[in-house]
């Protein structure tokens, strides 16, 4: 009687089993899938933006390496193959604009500025 029990409890715990999926549990090949797929994602971006290699990596440094890289190259491919050009930003990044000080002596105007006296 008791392995019969047993054996019941078992084929019952197997077949709720599959309904993790259905829960949200992910595994871990469907996590490192997510995070390649946006990798490439963030690198066809980039590219696509007319962003360097280099700039993409610095602006996502969570993203792997790798996955932005083969993004950014696949972009790269289908934009040669297709004539297509590059849409830029239009605005520039926060680290690209001068910084002004409010402090500063000659009301923030760069060094090489010419003076009228």
Sequence with gaps: MRHTAL???L???ASLLPGCDALGVESASQIAAKKEAEGKAIGSAC???????EDCFGGY???GKAAVF???KEMDEYMRENAIVGMPADHAPAEAAPAVSP?????GKPANASRTS
Excluded: E, N
């Design 47 to 53: 590219r696509h933006a007319v962003r360097s290699i």
């Design 7 to 9: 054996t019941l409890c």
């Design 70 to 72: 083969a993004g950014w």
């Design 61 to 63: 440094p969570r993203a």
């Design 103 to 107: 402090k500063a002596p000659d009301g």
């Design 11 to 13: 084929v019952a715990a």
